[in-house]
């Protein structure tokens, strides 16, 4: 360990030999102690398409059977369905969030098929730095719902990768650590598995796909995960029913041509799957996650939003001092544009002020115009009245006049009529 | 484990209120995740930082050897010739010790000068500002954008004071001091020089110090509302029937009924440090190490820590906000005015009843 014995010297710390028995190996206990109390939490994230066998798996894997229909086929849409449940193990708590992809690979059009899977684990690392970022916060009170792990389930076709499952790799293989797996494994031969695995691992380094390595840093677990590393990825066979092979009761598929075991490292994989996953490497899955997919995530978000640990002219510039500039920023840019509003406001109520004021004189003009032309009129009339009422006066008058000629002659005439009448009388 | 969500404004986040117990028709093998934290502990290694604070000549230095049980400072007695310190000022020092495998790497700080001076007004700004210091240098260490793997831990976890032999009850100083720092560290009193108290004495004096620290609301380590659950409080309200402890340290040898044990060698008896009937080392030295040191951690982390963070937030955002606020000066950066009495309110876990506090 000489590169920490450098560390060290450099910062000027010495070792110190005790004389005595301190007592503080009883340290890893403590922390022990402190985790069973707050209860274990793991993510788990199964991609591969409808009726591949991922719920049967995970039923297998934790050999309990979680509710679960079967998905129809039918889905306009990839959605994502998480589940928790909480499984005690002699004094461990695990709370255990499995989340399955309904309708993976169904769809006629595969293109939107990978977003809402990348959609869901950045929303979790989102929900995730939020809290971190809050004022008030407790961490470690918190639901951790990061995805610790990514089963992707590949289609025993003995042959190659598919266009989709190499497409949503490449867009998860930063975001979370991906294990591959071969699902339905028993239909397929042993030779053809051996070939299958080699062209999947080959085309899977081509690419460039990161799926997740098992640690081989520590002594205690390396050679184990070396091992294992070679296995990848692993063949597996899930069913929760039980068969009687020999004098015991095992989990197995019964075919007409034999019993495929889940359990036995001849028939499939299962066994180091459930070693890896969950004996051995459980722990580092999610320090990988926290570490480094999450601290990824942090980063570029933060950088996306303008934030970062060098000002201009390289100086260090902290969180808080962009944060508070990027505040004053906003609110003077607020402050301009409200003034910017306020001042239109104002011009287009002046404006239209002026129109209606435009309007309003123009009704005026019209109204006195109108009250002039009614005037005259009622001048004329009057005029025109007067000129009648004289005419009429003076046909009265003439009317009068030959009234008074027509009665003298009327009783001259009269009286020339009743002699007439006399005589016409006396005639008879 | 309370079952508390905490509400997201991420609706795609998995939510059920009602999480179903599960059984399990086998074991699985779920239980190794203890190992696996057990090795990664082992790897990665621990860190302890403490501070001891008193006036000089009360054996704080002679107590983290004796804790220890190593030469932490290179000389137990001051030199006669260096003056007395005019100010108080703080002196850290690291080390690495190992045990059984397992690293710890310590950081003890003292405190020469403390409440040495004549006048000893605001003695204890200097400490809360180193406290302080240590815990900015971390907030500022979490807010970078490229974040280190692991954060270096420099912050108290604990401050041992000591308290002066004097039979009566707690000075003044002592009050003032530790009612400032109750709020921001873990505080354990211990009585210090417990060899020049008889028995009688000490549990007397014992007794009106627990008096002292109830009627002035000095919430010690372990603080009773942090206590989760039965199991916890049982353990705890011993320790605490028991605070402050009174100690004696040494950091020699004596050959006592043909045993080598650590001692002081007076003319009238040799006071066995480790023997329970002469004083009560081992009841602290069992807290800090044996028992209590992830929880000592744990409690500076999830409730000092935040509290310091809360304030320096609000405090740059220079908005008023709720109750838990309080409205600082500008500050330098490292240098922060300590609130007086009982204008901040702690921020507990979240499921603890204040009541019961």
Redesign the interface.
């Known amino acids: 360990m000489a590169s920490s014995d450098e560390v060290?010297k450099k910062?000027?710390?010495?070792?110190?030999?005790?004389?005595?028995?301190?007592?503080?190996?009883?340290?890893?206990d403590?922390?022990?102690?402190?985790?069973?109390?707050?209860?274990?939490c793991f993510n788990i994230l199964c991609v591969g398409e409808t009726g591949i066998g991922k719920s049967t798996l995970i039923n297998t894997?934790?050999?309990?059977?979680?509710e679960e229909h079967e998905s129809s086929h039918f889905c306009p849409s990839v959605r994502?369905k998480?589940?928790?449940?909480?499984?005690?193990?002699?004094n461990?708590?695990?709370?255990l969030?499995i989340?399955n992809t309904v309708g993976f690979g169904d769809q006629i059009n595969k293109e939107e098929s990978y977003q809402p899977i990348v959609?869901?684990i950045d929303?979790?690392f989102?929900?995730y730095l939020?809290?971190e970022l809050k004022?008030?916060?407790?961490?470690?009170?918190?639901?951790d719902?990061r995805v610790h792990v990514c089963l992707y389930f590949i289609a025993p076709t003995g042959h190659s990768l598919r266009t989709l499952d190499l497409l949503t790799m490449k867009s998860l293989d930063s975001k979370v650590n991906i294990i591959p797996l071969i699902a339905k494994a028993d239909t397929i031969s042993k030779t053809e598995l051996q070939k299958f695995k080699m062209k999947l691992m080959s085309e899977l380094i081509i690419s460039g796909v990161q799926i997740y390595q098992f640690p081989t840093d520590?002594d205690?677990?390396s050679r184990i995960n070396t091992a294992m590393n070679g296995h990848l990825p692993f063949a597996v066979v899930g069913s929760m029913d039980e068969v009687p092979v020999g004098n015991k009761m095992v989990k197995a598929r019964q075919y007409p041509w034999g019993t495929v075991q889940v359990e036995n490292e001849n028939h499939c994989d299962f066994v180091k799957l459930?070693?890896m996953l969950?004996?051995?490497?459980?722990?580092?899955l999610r320090?990988q996650t926290h570490?480094r997919h999450y601290?990824l995530y942090?980063?570029c978000k933060?950088?996306e939003m303008g934030?970062?640990?060098l000002g201009p002219e390289n100086k260090p510039v902290?969180?808080?001092e962009t944060y508070?500039a990027k505040r004053h920023e906003f609110y003077g840019e607020r402050q301009r544009k409200e003034e910017e509003m306020k001042q239109m406001f104002v011009q287009r109520v002046k404006e239209k002020e002026a129109i209606l004021k435009e309007a309003e004189r123009e009704l005026q003009a019209k109204f006195e115009h109108l009250k002039r032309i009614h005037q005259e009129e009622r001048m004329k009339l009057e005029e025109k009245r007067r000129a009648l009422e004289e005419e009429a006066l003076a046909f009265s008058k003439k009317k009068a006049a030959s009234e008074l000629v027509q009665n003298q002659s009327f009783l001259a005439s009269g009286s020339i009529r009743k002699d007439k009448d006399r005589k016409n009388s006396n005639f008879m | 484990m309370d079952e508390r969500q905490s509400p997201s404004p991420c609706s795609s986040r998995p939510s059920s209120p009602r999480t179903p117990p599960c059984e399990m028709l086998g074991s699985v093998g779920i239980e190794a995740v203890l190992d696996q934290l057990r090795i990664k502990a082992m790897k990665t290694g621990f860190e302890f930082n403490i501070m001891v604070v008193g006036q000089s000549g009360l054996g704080k230095s002679t107590m983290v050897n004796t804790l220890f049980k190593s030469k932490v400072w290179q000389s137990s007695l001051p030199s006669l010739e260096l003056p007395m310190p005019q100010t108080l000022e703080l002196h850290s020092m690291t080390h690495v010790i190992e045990e059984k495998g397992l690293k710890l790497k310590l950081t003890v700080t003292d405190t020469p000068g403390f409440g040495d001076q004549i006048n000893n007004d605001k003695c204890w700004d200097p400490v809360l500002s180193y406290i302080n210091q240590q815990y900015e240098q971390y907030l500022q260490e979490e807010l970078l954008i490229t974040r280190q793997r692991h954060i270096p831990d420099t912050r108290v976890h604990c401050c041992v004071y000591f308290v002066p032999p004097t039979g009566h009850c707690l000075r003044p100083l002592d009050i003032e001091f530790l009612q400032r720092l109750c709020r921001t560290v873990n505080v354990v009193p211990v009585i210090a020089r417990a060899d020049s108290l008889t028995i009688e004495e000490r549990n007397a004096f014992r007794s009106r110090i627990q008096e002292n620290l109830k009627t002035y609301c000095i919430d010690v380590y372990p603080q009773k509302c942090f206590d989760e659950d039965i199991n916890d409080r049982l353990l705890n309200s011993k320790i605490r029937e028991q605070i402050p402890f009174a100690v004696v340290g040494a950091d020699r040898e004596h050959l006592v009924n043909g045993r080598c044990v650590l001692g002081r060698k007076t003319k009238w008896g040799i006071i066995e440090v480790e023997n329970m009937a002469h004083c009560e080392f081992l009841l602290l030295r069992d807290l800090l190490i044996r028992s209590h040191l992830q929880d000592l951690k744990d409690i500076t982390h999830n409730i000092h820590y935040e509290n310091y963070r809360v304030l320096r937030l609000n405090e740059s955002h220079q908005l008023p906000r709720g109750p838990g606020c309080v409205n600082l000066a500008p500050a330098s950066p490292g240098q922060l005015i300590c609130p007086g009495p009982g204008k901040v309110r702690r921020r507990a876990n979240k499921d603890s009843k204040e009541d019961e506090g």
């Open positions: 060290l910062e000027h710390i010495r070792s110190l030999t005790m004389c005595g028995h301190v007592g503080f190996e009883s340290l890893p403590q922390l022990v102690d402190r985790s069973i109390q707050q209860g274990f894997l934790f050999n309990t059977n979680f994502l998480a589940q928790t449940y909480e499984l005690q193990e002699s461990v708590r695990l709370k969030t989340v959609d869901y929303d979790q989102e929900a939020q809290e004022i008030k916060r407790s961490l470690f009170n918190y639901h719902s520590d205690t677990t459930r070693e969950i004996c051995t490497n459980m722990e580092d320090e570490t601290e942090r980063r933060l950088e934030f970062s640990d902290s969180l808080q508070e």
